[in-house]
């Protein structure tokens, strides 16, 4: 039986969400000065960005089913324990390897995000469910931008470490407070580990509204990521030769643009996800253009940072409507999958862009960059009148 929660612990649920990503996105606006203490060469930065996605998608695959198995307060604070482990990792990491063993493992267990937002669900009251769903998932958009902030004024000050010894602190501090403040897990029974994963290795084989949602959104945070993760290259070199803090601060257009889109499920409900996927994917193709224009001002950039967030938040959350509406007795499995395709995407677009970056310069990132979007378009142009007849008839009857 649910009795609801209170204010004070919808905080400290989105609080577990916004330390634990945290780990994942705090080594972007630190990229160069982390990668120079390493003693790693430009080419090789991609890889520490890449590695908390490519611990997330592990994490999603393997850990994200528990959260059906069992007691899901008790997997929080256990997560929020090892996540802080990896943090620390990173924090001491004498070399390359050891910082990439250390963001891959804060990855993997920072999928504590995934069985938050599942508990927060359980534990309330039905008249009370979106809003604390809605409360608790803010802490993941205060998390990527506020250790962007963090990560910069720490860096410029005490060093790039320190943003990761904090971070391990406070998640070993939430693991406590949790086990304490939250009540306990409602249920009385969980479902079957591998029948759990038996059912997300299905859905992969046979929806074709999954696979084709989940592909869009490889190619979308590819395009993301090639943004994000390399952004602190150009602006950190001739002619800005901006320190971490004042890199940091472009967070603050890629907010606006993402909270420019919040209106993007009302759209849906109105049974306009696959159209608003169209126009989204255009305008993030189209965003590349300015992005590109990096001298002499920084305003066309500001401008194609707040175009490509809103279009990859749009389209972001009309594929979760899309699938939710779908799946509704398995939502949270199903979003769990989907979220797979979205740290892969991330991860190729780390990657990428380190790449393009050290060998042929900003543009050759922003031409990446804009061939994953134009893509993710074609994809959907492809497949919008074949997943009509399915999607939109679902979402209108809603």
Same mark, same amino acid.
């Given at each position: 039986?649910?009795?609801?929660?209170?204010?004070?612990?919808?905080?400290?649920?989105?609080?577990?969400?916004?330390?634990?990503?945290?780990?994942?996105?705090?080594?972007?606006?630190?990229?160069?000065?982390? &990668?120079?203490?390493?003693?790693?060469?430009?080419?090789? *930065?991609?890889?520490?960005?890449?590695?908390?996605q490519i611990g997330y998608f592990a994490g999603l695959v393997a850990l994200v089913p528990l959260g059906?198995?069992?007691?899901?307060?008790? %997997?929080?604070?256990?997560?929020?324990?090892?996540?802080?482990?990896?943090?620390?990792?990173?924090?001491?990491?004498?070399?390359?390897? !050891?910082?990439?063993?250390?963001?891959?493992?804060?990855?993997?267990?920072?999928?504590?995000?995934?069985?938050?937002?599942?508990?927060?669900?359980?534990?309330?009251?039905?008249?009370?469910? &979106?809003?604390?769903?809605?409360?608790?998932?803010?802490?993941?958009?205060?998390?990527?931008?506020?250790?962007?902030? $963090?990560?910069?004024? *720490?860096?410029?000050?005490?060093?790039?470490?320190?943003? +990761?010894?904090?971070?391990?602190?406070?998640?070993?501090?939430?693991?406590?407070? !949790?086990?304490?403040? $939250?009540?306990?897990?409602?249920?009385?029974?969980?479902?079957?580990?591998?029948?759990?994963?038996?059912?997300?290795?299905? %859905?992969?084989?046979?929806?074709?509204?999954?696979?084709?949602?989940? %592909?869009?959104?490889?190619?979308?945070?590819?395009?993301?990521?090639?943004?994000?993760?390399?952004?602190?290259?150009?602006?950190?070199?001739?002619?800005?030769?901006?320190?971490?803090?004042?890199?940091?601060?472009?967070?603050?257009?890629?907010?606006? &643009?993402?909270?420019?889109?919040?209106?993007?499920?009302?759209?849906?409900?109105?049974?306009?996800?696959?159209?608003?996927?169209?126009?989204?994917?255009?305008?993030?193709?189209?965003?590349?253009?300015?992005?590109?224009?990096?001298?002499?001002?920084?305003?066309? $950039?500001?401008?194609?940072?707040?175009?490509?967030?809103?279009?990859?938040? =749009?389209?972001?959350?009309?594929?979760?409507?899309?699938?939710?509406?779908?799946?509704?007795?398995?939502?949270?499995?199903?979003?769990?999958?989907?979220?797979?395709? +979205?740290?892969l995407g991330s991860a190729l677009g780390a990657l990428t862009t380190a790449w393009a970056y050290s060998?042929?310069?900003? =543009?050759?990132?922003?031409?990446?960059?804009?061939?994953?979007?134009?893509?993710?378009?074609?994809?959907?142009? =492809?497949?919008?009148?074949? %997943?009509?007849?399915? =999607?939109?008839?679902? $979402?209108?009857?809603?």
């Open positions: 039986m649910t009795t609801g929660i209170t204010g004070t612990q919808r905080f400290v649920l989105a609080m577990v969400c916004a330390v634990a990503v945290s780990t994942i996105y705090a080594i972007q606006p630190v990229l160069e000065k982390a &990668g120079g203490d390493l003693g790693l060469g430009g080419g090789s *930065l991609g890889w520490l960005v890449a590695a908390g059906d198995v069992v007691n899901r307060r008790k %997997l929080i604070g256990a997560q929020l324990v090892l996540t802080a482990v990896g943090a620390g990792m990173v924090a001491v990491a004498p070399n390359g390897v !050891v910082a990439f063993a250390g963001l891959v493992s804060a990855g993997v267990f920072a999928v504590v995000v995934q069985v938050t937002v599942a508990y927060a669900a359980a534990v309330s009251a039905p008249e009370e469910r &979106g809003r604390n769903i809605g409360a608790v998932t803010s802490g993941v958009v205060l998390g990527i931008l506020g250790v962007r902030i $963090l990560a910069g004024v *720490l860096g410029d000050t005490i060093g790039w470490r320190a943003v +990761y010894a904090l971070l391990a602190l406070l998640c070993a501090l939430l693991a406590s407070i !949790v086990r304490a403040a $939250l009540p306990a897990d409602p249920r009385t029974g969980g479902a079957h580990y591998l029948r759990a994963l038996a059912s997300m290795a299905r %859905l992969v084989r046979t929806d074709r509204l999954f696979v084709t949602r989940g %592909l869009i959104a490889f190619f979308l945070f590819a395009s993301f990521g090639t943004l994000w993760s390399g952004l602190a290259l150009p602006l950190g070199a001739d002619p800005w030769n901006f320190g971490s803090t004042a890199i940091s601060l472009f967070g603050f257009a890629g907010l606006a &643009g993402a909270l420019g889109a919040a209106r993007a499920g009302r759209w849906a409900d109105s049974s306009r996800a696959q159209t608003i996927t169209g126009w989204s994917l255009t305008l993030l193709t189209a965003s590349w253009l300015l992005i590109a224009q990096i001298e002499p001002t920084l305003w066309f $950039l500001i401008m194609g940072i707040v175009l490509l967030d809103f279009a990859v938040q =749009a389209v972001h959350v009309s594929s979760q409507h899309l699938l939710t509406t779908a799946h509704p007795t398995r939502a949270s499995m199903v979003i769990g999958a989907y979220m797979s395709f +979205y740290s060998t042929w310069g900003w =543009a050759a990132s922003c031409l990446i960059g804009a061939v994953y979007s134009l893509a993710a378009l074609l994809l959907w142009a =492809a497949t919008r009148s074949r %997943l009509a007849a399915r =999607a939109e008839p679902v $979402l209108a009857a809603h």
